[in-house]
């Protein structure tokens, strides 16, 4: 088939003007891509961080005292109520008092006849030491008459006799009188102890604090030693916890690398060191006491752990016996460590690692070695220098290899907050606006 040169022609406009229109729908449909995502960057806090131990404790009263009666007989009242506060001396119980009252009579009776006895034992003593002279001035004159031969000696016999039984008589009066101190001395305790007893009838709180119930009704029979109820003073708690034996060489040798150049080791001071409790729902570590006891028998060979006990002010009750807690006490000297947001520190098959922005913007991935955890802080051992620019915020949208818009924001901690493990549950560390950075979006 020919073509004539007047159809080329048109064919050649018509191809001419479909390349003009794609060309042009070319050039707006040009992509073109976002911006770079935001994202928080931080430099890691350099600080003295101590180590700590941590182990699983349980809450005792330091003051506690069982309220038993003394004496057997019927309760006439109850005089508390259960949980009523109550101090030492206080009566709880009144005890039917009439036998006892009536012992303390009968050996009042017989502490006063015990003194009439001594009476009349001196008295006898009296008249046999006046017996005693007379005879003792007759033996004296039948002897001086028996050596002048002016007097017999069957006289002189009868002086002497008289004599030695007068004296016999005076030491047997003597003997009355002491066996009548005596004879007293154990009526006065019979009286002591009927006058216990009588006392023991009103039932005192041993010592200050609330009151348990009681099972003992008015008009129940109570035997001596029954336990009726019990007093605790929550005041002031322990804390009873064990650390391990290897804790403990690690604590002594911290203590030791403390001693000056040719200081001796001195006896370990146990009583300065501070302790730190947590309850189950607690944030951190908010009661502070101080380590009051050390089992004197030393390590357990069976478990190879010491026993230790800590005490803690609990004026508001915050802390019951028996409740399980968590207990922080320093394990050795402070070290300079870099820490970071524990939200900020990624874990993945490889382990730790954290995303840090490089002076070319792009997020690279870092492994870190990481120590332990305190307030919601990670340390980072090994991985991280301190300009190293950590991703803190809008982690979701950084990933390895992708530019992005980092903004400076500087990490700030509260010192004691760090040091006794306490912040906020539902509050993430501070983070303060350096106003002294620049984000590169301003500079661009």
Not at 225 to 243: D, P, T, Y
Not at 411 to 418: A, G, N, P, S, Y
Request: aromatic share 6%; proline share 4%.
């Amino acid at each position: 088939m020919r073509i004539l040169k007047s159809d080329a022609f048109i064919v050649l406009l018509i191809v001419v003007w479909g390349s003009g229109v794609i060309g042009c729908k070319s050039s707006e449909n040009d992509y073109v891509p976002p911006p770079p995502p935001d994202v928080t960057v931080s430099q890691p806090l350099q600080r003295l961080i101590t180590p700590f131990l941590e182990e699983n404790g349980v809450i005792e009263a330091v003051d506690e005292a069982d309220v038993r009666a003394r004496v057997r007989g019927f309760v006439e009242s109850v005089e508390f109520k259960a949980g009523q506060e109550v101090t030492r001396g206080d009566v709880l119980y009144k005890i039917e008092s009439t036998q006892y009252q009536a012992s303390v009579n009968s050996a009042t009776a017989e502490v006063a006849a015990a003194e009439a006895a001594i009476s009349v034992a001196n008295a006898v003593v009296k008249t046999a030491e006046a017996k005693a002279r007379k005879t003792d001035k007759d033996f004296e004159r039948a002897k001086q008459l028996l050596s002048q031969n002016a007097g017999s000696q069957a006289e002189f016999d009868t002086a002497t006799a008289e004599n030695e039984a007068a004296l016999a008589a005076l030491e047997s009066a003597k003997a009355n009188v002491e066996a009548a101190l005596a004879a007293k001395g154990q009526s006065v305790a019979s009286l002591a102890q009927a006058q216990l007893d009588l006392d023991y009838t009103t039932v005192q709180a041993p010592i200050r604090g609330r009151i348990s119930p009681t099972d003992i009704k008015q008009g129940n029979l109570v035997e001596d030693g029954a336990k009726l109820a019990a007093v605790v003073n929550r005041s002031q708690v322990f804390a009873n916890f064990s650390i391990s034996d290897r804790d403990l060489l690690r604590f002594m040798k911290e203590k030791k690398a403390d001693l000056q150049a040719g200081e001796k080791p001195a006896e370990t001071d146990w009583g300065t060191t501070k302790v730190f409790l947590q309850r189950e729902f607690d944030a951190g570590f908010p009661f502070e006491g101080v380590l009051e006891y050390v089992d004197q028998q030393g390590v357990d060979a069976g478990t190879g752990t010491l026993r230790l006990r800590a005490q803690f002010d609990n004026r508001d009750d915050s802390l019951l016996p028996g409740l399980f807690v968590m207990v922080r006490m320093p394990g050795g000297n402070s070290v300079e460590s870099m820490l970071i947001p524990e939200y900020a520190v990624l874990r993945d098959q490889q382990g730790h690692y954290v995303l840090v922005v490089n002076a070319k913007r792009k997020v690279e991935r870092v492994g870190v070695t990481v120590g332990e955890t305190i307030s919601g802080w990670t340390v980072i051992e090994k991985g991280l220098a301190l300009e190293s620019r950590v991703v803190v915020d809008g982690i979701q949208r950084a990933r390895p290899g992708l530019e992005v818009n980092p903004i400076d924001k500087k990490l700030e901690v509260d010192e004691q907050t760090l040091l006794r493990g306490f912040s906020p549950a539902d509050d993430l560390p501070d983070v303060a606006t350096d106003v002294s950075a620049t984000s590169p979006s301003e500079v661009d």
